[in-house]
């Protein structure tokens, strides 16, 4: 409970709220950050109190990682699935995985099955002509015709939906999403237990790789976060005087909510990012990062409301592009980023929805980096509405709604088929 008296929120005042995109953003910008900073002050704070009460709970967060850091300690939690599988995992391992927001686990799948994989991936590539037929990246018109991708848009392979309906998979998605409080103020707000299998794609980055990574970001959603009257209940904890209740953690209004359309968009609610390794991969060859900070949410959510920003800028966050967390504007987030450790094939790796990312550059890269991204996406009514989509590409072989229009499993035969779908695999597509 908060030591701070806030005014019940009834007695605040209300919020605009725009349910899809605004036709003119910074002007929605500018009205809503006048009435957020109005809707705090009615609660006997200011904007600067608020926001001083945030960074000082994320100092000592990052204090603690960077000296971890500089004692040589791992920074990222690491689990071996053998736990999770017996139930074994220690109060204290939960702890640090609910205080870091990300996860190895070892030994998710067996290193033989996941090259299996990797080789099986190649295979279904290779036999149905992808390479030659490769038209470019398709969120990008004047991409680099001819060469091969290192991100495939193939989301229907057998590796892939092996994955995602297997046992181990539903085991640690169960086990990442019952980390999370899925039933608070009364609403069973998603299903630990199922997953709704997000399709996503493959990443097969080939020794010798130069590659520029990808800088500091977040992908729960854009304007939408301050915007939608489902993600100002989520956050209304920052807005309304309580800002020491806010929970990282609790999924309360997340999981049904609209979200703005965009390139980078997730229609889903996942309560983890994810991907498992179909290949050995080093910790100095541009591989993942992460503020592993959960509640730095507040500091992204709280800082466009300060006086120094100009006030049709929410800190460079806009619709149709991801959500940056740069050294301008959250020097404190930034200086925590941490990478992953020696990945081997079949380990996965995992990071809270709300975590700032990025991944870092590499040239003449050693051995391959190869990754099928699978996120834990448990059932709620946001991921229901996505299924049925994600259901009609499944049995067209189309790339799913989320992403683009690219379709090329469409005439693939070998493609993985409804007749192999076991319980799981049904159950997170709707079809049971
Ligand atoms: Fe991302």
């Known amino acids: 409970m908060s030591a701070h008296a806030a005014p019940t929120t009834s007695a605040l005042p209300a919020l605009p709220h725009w349910e899809s995109t605004p036709a003119d953003p910074p002007s929605a910008v500018r009205q809503i950050k006048a009435a957020l900073r109005a809707r705090i002050a009615a609660s006997g704070r200011t904007v600067e109190e608020v926001f001083a ?21 791992p920074v990222w939690p690491v689990i071996n699935y053998a736990d999770i599988e017996a139930g074994t995992v ?60 290192e991100i495939y848009p193939i989301y229907w392979s057998p590796a892939q939906m092996q994955a995602r309906q297997s046992d181990r998979m539903a085991r640690v998605q169960a086990f990442l999403n019952s980390q999370w409080k899925h039933e608070s103020e009364g609403v069973p707000w998603f299903d630990p237990n199922r997953d709704s299998l997000y399709p996503d794609r493959i990443r097969r980055r080939p020794p010798g790789a130069d590659s520029a990574g990808l800088g500091a970001h977040l992908d729960p959603g854009t304007l939408d976060l301050w915007m939608t009257a489902a993600y100002q209940k989520a956050f209304r904890h920052l807005f309304d005087g309580s800002v020491e209740d806010y929970d990282p953690w609790d999924a309360a209004y997340r999981t049904a909510g609209p979200q703005y359309p965009g390139t980078t968009m997730c229609s889903a609610f996942r309560t983890f990012q994810g991907w498992t390794a179909l290949s050995d991969m080093a910790h100095d060859q541009g591989v993942l ?9 507040a500091l992204l959510m709280l800082r466009p409301l300060l006086g120094d920003v100009p006030e049709d800028d929410m800190c ?19 200086k925590a980023l941490s990478g992953i450790p020696d990945i081997r094939a079949g380990d996965s790796v995992w990071w809270h929805c709300d975590m700032v990312h990025s991944v870092a550059p590499v040239t003449n890269q050693q051995g391959w980096g190869n990754v099928m991204y699978i996120p834990a996406a448990p059932w709620c009514p946001r991921n229901e509405a996505y299924a049925g ?17 690219e ?26």
């Open 53 to 73: 009460i945030v960074e000082r709970r994320i100092a000592s967060e990052v204090d603690e990682i960077v000296a971890a850091r500089g004692r040589g300690e």
């Open 90 to 149: 220690s109060a204290g391992a939960q702890a640090l995985l609910r205080r870091r927001g990300c996860l190895v686990v070892r030994g998710h799948f067996d290193r033989e099955q996941a090259l299996g994989w990797d080789h099986g991936i190649v295979d279904y590539v290779e036999s149905n002509r992808f390479f030659e037929n490769y038209r470019g990246p398709g969120d990008d018109f004047f991409g680099s015709v001819g060469s091969k991708p």
């Open 289 to 297: 990062h992460t503020v592993p900070i959960p509640a730095g949410m």
């Open 316 to 334: 460079g966050v806009t619709v149709n592009q991801v959500f940056p967390a740069d050294e301008k504007w959250h020097p404190l987030l930034v």
């Open 389 to 405: 989509s994600v259901r009609d590409a499944f049995l067209s072989g189309s790339s799913p709604s989320d992403f683009p229009a």
């Open 407 to 432: 379709h090329y499993e469409r005439a693939w035969t070998n493609r993985f088929q409804p007749a192999q779908l076991n319980t799981t695999g049904r159950r997170g597509l709707g079809l049971t």
